[in-house]
């Protein structure tokens, strides 16, 4: 079964129907996962932030997401990451499909393995043959999306200085967003192949001389809704067909 997480912007899934609220019990806490119908087969959709967008990235319960999706029988996660741009050539309201990430997060839960040595291969933290899904549905949708980008998570909730962008473009970084570690790491840990799209709402700070405008990240977001929902509907059916 396909699971869908999302990030700001897209606290519903348009087109899913049927749609019932689960409560899930997990050793992490309790979640509310939506499961319904969608493209013709079963999925459960889980917006991070809640429907209300009043979880800040650091204070997400990561641990309790991910083990809840695999409670209700998650099989692959598709995600979205809300990004800043750090590639002048990529701008708000592009798609850039991620795979691989950079963590500089600090204080959060970032693991199911706190009372066992276990070490989890981090190769290929996106799987190949969900991004090579979404890759494909895009270019049936006719939606330009850029194949391969760094994600660099930052703690958040405030956004990163200047000087921190251009170190993270040093580093070879693409993107920079709040939650998308340790979201892919744990899904890893639980061997559920996980893809994500990041979408982007702004430049990074000091790549333009404006200061980061909610309202106008906003107004972004609210343009790549129906263009994200084209890509997961195809992905859905597709991945229910085998």
């Known amino acids: 079964m396909l699971a869908f997480v999302t990030g700001s912007g897209l606290y519903s899934l348009p087109g899913m ?19 319904g119908t969608f493209a013709g087969s079963t999925v459960a959709f889980l917006p991070r932030h809640g429907s209300d967008h009043s979880v800040p990235p650091h204070r997400i319960n990561y641990r ?18 809300v990004s800043g741009s750090i590639d002048p050539e990529v701008l708000p309201g592009s ?25 989890t291969d981090m190769t290929e933290p996106y799987d190949s043959d969900l991004r090579s899904l ?21 703690n958040g909730p405030r956004f990163e200085t200047p000087a921190e962008i251009k170190m993270a473009g040093v580093m070879g970084a693409h993107l920079v967003g709040m939650t998308g570690c340790p979201e ?34 906003n107004h972004i977001l609210k343009d790549t809704v129906e263009q994200l929902a084209r890509i997961f509907s195809r992905a859905a059916a597709r991945f229910a067909s085998g």
């Open 134 to 154: 979404l890759l494909a549905c895009a270019e049936a949708e006719g939606v330009k999306m850029t194949a391969t980008g760094t994600y660099i998570c930052t």
């Open 184 to 217: 892919v790491v744990l899904a890893n840990e639980l061997g559920i192949p996980y893809a994500s799209i990041g979408v982007v709402s702004n430049m990074a700070a000091g790549l333009t001389g404006d200061p980061l405008s909610l309202d106008d990240i």
């Open 95 to 119: 798609l850039r499909l991620i795979d691989q990430f950079i963590d500089f997060t600090n204080g959060r839960q970032l693991t199911f393995f706190d009372d066992a040595v276990r070490h």
């Open 17 to 35: 129907i049927d749609v019932e609220p689960l409560l899930v019990e997990t050793d992490f806490g309790d979640v509310t996962v939506s499961m």
């Open 64 to 81: 309790a997401n991910v083990s809840a999706l695999a409670s209700v029988g998650a099989t692959a996660i598709l995600a979205t990451a």
